[in-house]
């Protein structure tokens, strides 16, 4: 890493040299910054005029079911935007059904 940050931004590397990277501190940085994103999706959803979730599912390398969970905003001007939500592992296999009439 020195020796990108001597290329890419010398003005900057005393500062980098200086800022924690031990695990603790990368576990506290992320938690921010998860808490910071959930809160501006938060104040998002609030005022959004219609919205939708939408469903994808996906296997990874290690064969791990992961659901993808996406929320679509459609305003009064009828723009659409979507973003990712959230990502889930499904522990199990899951099987979509139709269950009988009652």
Known sequence: MDATV????????????????????IVRRV???????ADQMANKI????????CLDESTDVLDTV???IFIRRID?????????LSM???????RGFVSPPV
Do not use: G
């Not at 938690?31 to 994103?37: G, Q, Y």
């Open 6 to 25: 001597k290329i890419i931004c010398p003005k900057v590397e005393m500062r980098l040299k200086n800022v924690s990277l031990s695990r603790i501190t």
């Open 31 to 37: 938690d921010s910054i998860s808490t910071n994103l």
């Open 46 to 53: 609030n005022k959004f005029d219609y919205f939708s979730i």
């Open 66 to 68: 992961q659901m993808l």
């Open 76 to 84: 009064k001007d009828f723009n659409v935007t979507e973003e990712l």
């Open 88 to 94: 889930e592992s499904l522990k199990h296999n899951w």
